[in-house]
């Protein structure tokens, strides 16, 4: 009997050893990776073109008007608002427009579709004594990751003789940063 379970230990033990020797652990590493590029959005639109960045609406005005001001306005109703990656600054560069220099009284002008032109332009002040000539940029604060507020006005300027209509022009705009 002793035999029987002295072979039975033997034979118990020579299993736990073999099945010791076929368990492993391997251990290492997996590599994760994300690479963001600078960016931003322009009232709240993201993309490399065709983005929108407001509306300059002189509202309605009598055909024998003198000033009519308005402002830039976003999406939003409010004033245009630029979201960039923190770091980064920001440049917005307003180009021509569809009908600049075809009105005497403002280097820009809205265009009734039929010869008649009104004369107004950009400025970065409410009181409009700020021009904001044609190309001309405004350079925002270094970005914090926060949303910066852009006020962008603008003045159209009545004279005689203009028919009533609805005028209107397409500005270019540039957002580098």
Same mark, same amino acid.
């Given at each position: 009997m002793h035999l029987n379970l002295s072979r039975l230990?033997?034979?118990?033990?020579?299993?736990?050893?073999?099945?010791q020797a076929q368990a492993a652990t391997?251990?290492?590493?997996?590599?994760?990776?994300?690479?963001?590029i600078a960016s931003c959005q322009v009232n709240g639109g993201g993309g490399a073109s065709g983005l929108n960045f407001g509306t300059l609406n002189f509202g309605t005005q009598e055909a024998l008007?003198? %000033?009519?001001? &308005?402002?830039?306005? /976003?999406?939003? !109703?409010?004033?245009?608002?630029?979201?960039?990656?923190s770091g980064t600054v920001p440049v917005i560069k307003v180009r021509a427009g569809a009908h600049?220099?075809?009105?005497?009284?403002?280097?820009?002008?809205?265009?009734?579709?039929?010869?008649?032109?009104?004369?107004?332009?950009?400025?970065?002040?409410?009181g409009h004594s700020q021009l904001l000539a044609i190309d001309d940029t405004i350079t925002l604060p270094t970005?914090?990751?926060?949303?910066?507020?852009? %006020?962008?006005? &603008?003045?159209?300027? /009545?004279?005689? !003789?203009?028919?009533?209509?609805v005028y209107t022009d397409t500005v270019a705009v540039e957002l580098s940063f």
């Open positions: 230990i033997f034979a118990g033990i020579g299993l736990a050893l073999a099945a391997v251990t290492g590493n997996i590599t994760a990776t994300l690479t963001l008007f003198t %000033n009519a001001p &308005g402002q830039v306005l /976003g999406g939003g !109703g409010g004033a245009m608002s630029i979201l960039c990656s600049d220099s075809q009105s005497a009284g403002g280097s820009r002008a809205l265009y009734d579709g039929v010869g008649n032109y009104v004369p107004y332009d950009f400025y970065t002040d409410s970005s914090t990751g926060a949303a910066q507020t852009v %006020n962008l006005y &603008g003045l159209a300027k /009545g004279k005689a !003789g203009l028919p009533a209509g």
